[in-house]
């Protein structure tokens, strides 16, 4: 097993628990966040939590799953779905209310004595027949 896939465990348990607590404990004081598909650019861990408690309240069933991992215990490349049903629609995203999706991407995570410093999002959303 790679250091990737050590750290993937720690990943796909952690943010399937859907407890934003558990989550940021995963992050360093000073990380930033990336993620264009919200419109987040270098986000500081109070806009980090914001995204994680949206993302749960705003969705039914979400669930992290993992298509891909490689990197080393400084840089992970993170090939995941995550999947939900919308509790409300999103004009920005084009969801209806009720819609099952999919967001496909990769997250790119880097690493500073454990805990995640960097991260850059690179998502869009994948329609569910």
């Not at 607590?21 to 930033?32: F, G, T, V």
């Not at 994680?52 to 705003?58: G, P, T, V």
């Not at 999706?101 to 790119?108: A, I, N, P």
Request: hydrophobic share 50%; net charge negative; aromatic share 8%.
């Amino acid at each position: 097993m790679t250091a990737a896939h050590g750290v993937i465990a720690i990943l796909e348990s952690t943010f399937n628990s859907l407890d934003v607590d558990n989550i940021l404990a995963l992050y360093a004081d000073d990380a930033k966040l990336t993620a264009h598909l919200f419109g987040l650019v270098n986000v500081d861990k109070a806009d980090i939590r914001a995204l994680y408690a949206d993302l749960f309240a705003s969705n039914d069933g979400v669930e992290f799953v993992t298509r891909c991992i490689s990197g080393s215990p400084d840089l992970v490349v993170w090939e995941c779905d995550v999947r939900c049903r919308a509790r409300r629609e999103s004009a920005a995203l084009g969801i209806a209310m009720g819609e099952a999706v999919v967001l496909r991407g990769v997250s790119l995570l880097s690493w500073r004595g454990g805990l995640i410093v960097e991260q850059k999002d690179y998502f869009h959303v994948v329609r569910v027949r």
